[in-house]
Antibody
Framework: QVQLVQSGAEVEKPGASVKVSCQAS????????VHWLRQAPGQRLEWMGW????????KYSQKFQGRVTITRDTSASTAYMELSSLRSEDTAVYYC??????????????????WGQGTPVTVSS | DIVVTQSPDSLAVSLGERATINCKSS????????????LAWYQQKPGQPPKLLIY???TRESGVPDRFSGSGSGTDFTLTISSLQAEDVALYYC?????????FGGGTKVEIK
């Protein structure tokens, strides 16, 4: 079955960086984009960005531009999200999700399905 | 940026009764060239990631019970649970995928009365 498995929980200090991985299985990795999203305590879900796993093109939310980098390793069917200059407000559960629509255009987005299990990231001194 | 607003924040419904959740986008998410509304609905239970229920505003995902239905067009949308079951207790989110940045509503908590 289609599945996304994320790396484990992280605890980081303010100013540091964190890199979360998302390994896909059960489908052709390069045929679908991958979204990265987060959910801070008591806050709504927030979209961070997206990578076209086929050609590596990315699109980031302006809110995170300059701090987030999304990459992929097609040989490992894995997407990565790195967030730098961490602050306490970045404490959240980070999710990857497949863009189930399956389109490849630069501004072609779809619904997220399935989602990874989530990776808690805590930023604390 | 498109802002998505949900109402109510929470609702309590008796088992077997109807639950209705509203979602409003600040701009139309109807793409005229294909006449599709770029809106999805998700269900999230505690400690779990969101689960897709509906996409294109009204297309039910495979395996989702038919008591869940989505309707609406343009800027106003509704998720209806026709006969609430105990397992439907959860948070529900709508999301627009019409344009970047993709955006979610604030969520609606559904409980049993």
């Amino acid at each position: 079955q289609v599945q996304l498995v994320q790396s484990g929980a992280e605890v980081e200090k303010p100013g540091a960086s964190v890199k979360v991985s998302c390994q896909a299985s059960g489908y052709t990795f390069t045929s679908y984009a991958v979204h990265w999203l987060r959910q801070a305590p008591g806050q709504r879900l927030e979209w961070m960005g997206w990578i076209n796993a086929g050609n590596g093109n990315t699109k980031y939310s302006q809110k995170f531009q300059g701090r987030v980098t999304i990459t992929r390793d097609t040989s490992a069917s894995t997407a990565y999200m790195e967030l730098s200059s961490l602050r306490s407000e970045d404490t959240a559960v980070y999710y990857c999700a497949r863009d189930a629509r399956g389109c490849s255009g630069a501004n072609c987005f779809g619904w997220s399905d399935p989602w990874g299990q989530g990776t808690p990231v805590t930023v604390s001194s | 940026d498109i802002v998505v607003t949900q109402s109510p924040d929470s609702l309590a419904v008796s088992l077997g009764e109807r639950a209705t959740i509203n979602c409003k986008s600040s701009q139309s998410v109807l793409y005229s060239s294909n006449n599709k509304n770029y809106l999805a609905w998700y269900q999230q239970k505690p400690g779990q990631p969101p689960k897709l229920l509906i996409y294109w505003a009204s297309t039910r995902e495979s395996g989702v019970p038919d008591r869940f239905s989505g309707s609406g067009s343009g800027t106003d949308f509704t998720l209806t649970i026709s006969s609430l079951q105990a397992e439907d207790v959860a948070l529900y989110y709508c999301q627009q995928y019409y344009s970047s940045p993709l955006a979610f509503g604030g969520g609606t908590k559904v409980e049993i009365k």
